[in-house]
C-alpha cells in the first residue's frame, strides 16, 4: 500500500496545450518512462540534468532551486507551472482559526522566491510539474 502511495505522483500526462509530469519520478526514471513526452525528456537530458543529479526527484528539485539558476530561466521559457499544497489558515463560521491544506498552481519563479525555510514553515508539498507544449517545440 505504501508503493501505491510513493507511485501514485509517478506519471506523465498530456493534454492538446500541456504536458503534466508527477514530481515523485526521479530523473533517471523520467528519462527512461514512455510516459513522458520525448522532447521533454530530451529537455531534460540536454539541461537539467548539467545541474542535478540523476537520482533526484523533480520534487527536490524544484523544492531546493535557487532564484538565480540558470534552470529558472529554462523552465520561465516552458511557461512551467507547478502545483502545490500548501498550509493555510482559514476562519470557520465561528471565527476560529483552522489550518488546512489548499493546492495552488505557481509559476516556476514565484515557487523559487520562497527559500526552502519558508517552504518548510508553509508546510509545502509539491506535487506536479506542467509545461506549455507550444514553449516546449520552440526550444
Same mark, same amino acid.
Given at each position: 500500500?505504501?508503493?501505491?502511495?510513493? %507511485? *501514485?505522483?509517478?506519471?506523465?500526462?498530456?493534454?492538446?496545450? $500541456?504536458?503534466?509530469?508527477?514530481?515523485?519520478? &526521479? !530523473?533517471?526514471?523520467?528519462?527512461?518512462? %514512455? /510516459?513522458?513526452?520525448? #522532447? !521533454? $525528456? =530530451?529537455?531534460?537530458?540536454?539541461? @537539467?540534468?548539467?545541474?542535478?543529479?540523476?537520482?533526484? &526527484?523533480?520534487?527536490?528539485?524544484?523544492?531546493?532551486?535557487?532564484?538565480?539558476? !540558470?534552470?529558472?530561466?529554462?523552465?520561465?521559457?516552458?511557461? *512551467? $507551472?507547478? #502545483?502545490?499544497?500548501? @498550509?493555510?489558515?482559514?476562519?470557520?463560521? !465561528?471565527?476560529?482559526?483552522?489550518? /488546512?491544506?489548499?493546492?495552488?498552481? =505557481?509559476?516556476?519563479?514565484?515557487?523559487?522566491?520562497?527559500?526552502?525555510?519558508?517552504? /518548510?514553515?508553509?508546510?509545502?508539498?509539491?506535487? /506536479?510539474?506542467?509545461?506549455?507544449?507550444? *514553449?516546449?517545440? *520552440?526550444?
Amino acid at each position: 500500500m505504501q508503493k501505491t502511495t510513493y %507511485e *501514485a505522483y509517478k506519471y506523465g500526462m498530456q493534454d492538446t496545450s $500541456r504536458v503534466y509530469v508527477g514530481c515523485k519520478f &526521479t !530523473f533517471a526514471e523520467m528519462l527512461e518512462s %514512455e /510516459e513522458v513526452m520525448f #522532447k !521533454f $525528456r =530530451l529537455l531534460v537530458q540536454k539541461y @537539467i540534468l548539467e545541474e542535478a543529479d540523476p537520482e533526484d &526527484t523533480l520534487e527536490t528539485h524544484l523544492y531546493y532551486l535557487g532564484e538565480k539558476s !540558470f534552470l529558472v530561466m529554462l523552465y520561465k521559457q516552458m511557461k *512551467a $507551472r507547478v #502545483k502545490i499544497n500548501i @498550509i493555510q489558515e482559514k476562519k470557520t463560521l !465561528f471565527g476560529k482559526k483552522k489550518r /488546512e491544506y489548499v493546492t495552488k498552481t =505557481l509559476p516556476v519563479e514565484e515557487l523559487v522566491k520562497m527559500t526552502p525555510e519558508e517552504k /518548510e514553515s508553509k508546510g509545502v508539498v509539491i506535487q /506536479e510539474l506542467s509545461v506549455s507544449k507550444l *514553449a516546449i517545440m *520552440a526550444l
